[in-house]
């Protein structure tokens, strides 16, 4: 007689279920708004009707992005590379990494229009899974975090160890958690995406208030250096475990 599965068995099927269809709603949003994606940075997306917000948090991210790493960067999550023209000639490698192959191809036209394709090496896969055998002398993420949950969030942290050299730089810039954001979103769970041709996503995402971005760097033993905290974006400044 087939043995069925255990209680916990199956549970374990119906959370990876949940994953994988959450991971695959994620691929077939980024895919869907990619040559729309950058509309965001000047207050067109859905969140705030605040475009001064937006252009506010965008200077001051894009100051921290330009005084940041040198030298072999990687770019997790790096999407249409909205952040690449304020670092990319600071660097002498540069691995820019996303699962959505339409979001890296317009990654790779802004490379190619900055004149740095020598430079990037583009990386269509899953952080989690792919290999990455570099010692990274800094890394950047940029509105990952926010869709990953807890668990993933500690697996992201334990990766980037393995691949960063000690004492890297790290810059996380994400969603914050503020007075103005609190009008319009849930703080965490799943959302609804709307594109301008109409068609909607569902998809997982969380914001950061300040505690969360200590906790963060606290649990994963991160050393926070800066953190500018804006009405919409926060980027957060530090650095790996030491050795």
């Known amino acids: 007689m087939k043995e069925r599965p255990s209680d916990h068995t199956r549970r374990a099927r119906a959370?990876?279920?949940t994953v994988d269809s959450q991971a695959e709603a994620m691929k077939l949003y980024y895919d869907a708004r990619a040559n729309e994606y950058e509309e965001v940075y000047a207050g067109q997306g859905p969140a705030i009707p605040d475009p001064s917000a937006y252009a506010r948090d965008v200077k001051e991210t894009s100051e921290i992005v330009s005084?940041?790493?040198?030298?072999?960067?990687?770019?997790?999550?790096?999407?249409?590379?909205?952040?690449?023209?304020?670092?990319?000639?600071?660097?002498?490698?540069?691995?820019?990494?996303?699962?959505?192959?339409?979001?890296?191809?317009?990654?790779r036209r802004k490379a190619e229009q900055l004149g740095v394709l020598e430079k990037c090496h583009f990386v269509h896969a899953d952080f989690?899974?792919?290999?990455?055998?570099?010692?990274?002398t800094g890394a950047l993420t940029g509105f990952l975090l926010s869709h990953l949950s807890f668990t993933w969030e500690a697996r992201f942290f334990?990766?980037?160890?393995?691949?960063?050299?000690?004492?890297?730089?790290?810059?996380?810039?994400?969603?914050?958690w503020s007075s103005k954001r609190r009008r319009y979103r849930q703080k965490e769970g799943i959302q609804k995406r709307s594109l301008r041709d109409g068609r909607t996503f569902l998809v997982y995402k969380r914001y950061f208030d300040r505690s969360d971005i200590g906790r963060i760097f606290t649990m994963h033993n991160l050393t926070l250096n800066s953190l500018y905290f804006g009405d919409v974006f926060f980027a957060a400044l530090g650095n790996s475990t030491p050795p």
């Open 15 to 17: 959370v990876k279920s």
């Open 67 to 107: 005084a940041f790493a040198t030298g072999q960067l990687i770019d997790i999550g790096c999407g249409t590379g909205f952040w690449l023209p304020h670092y990319a000639f600071n660097c002498s490698h540069i691995t820019l990494l996303d699962q959505s192959e339409k979001m890296l191809s317009e990654c």
């Open 128 to 136: 989690f899974t792919t290999d990455l055998s570099t010692q990274y």
């Open 158 to 176: 334990a990766r980037l160890e393995s691949i960063l050299k000690p004492r890297a730089p790290l810059l996380l810039i994400d969603s914050a």
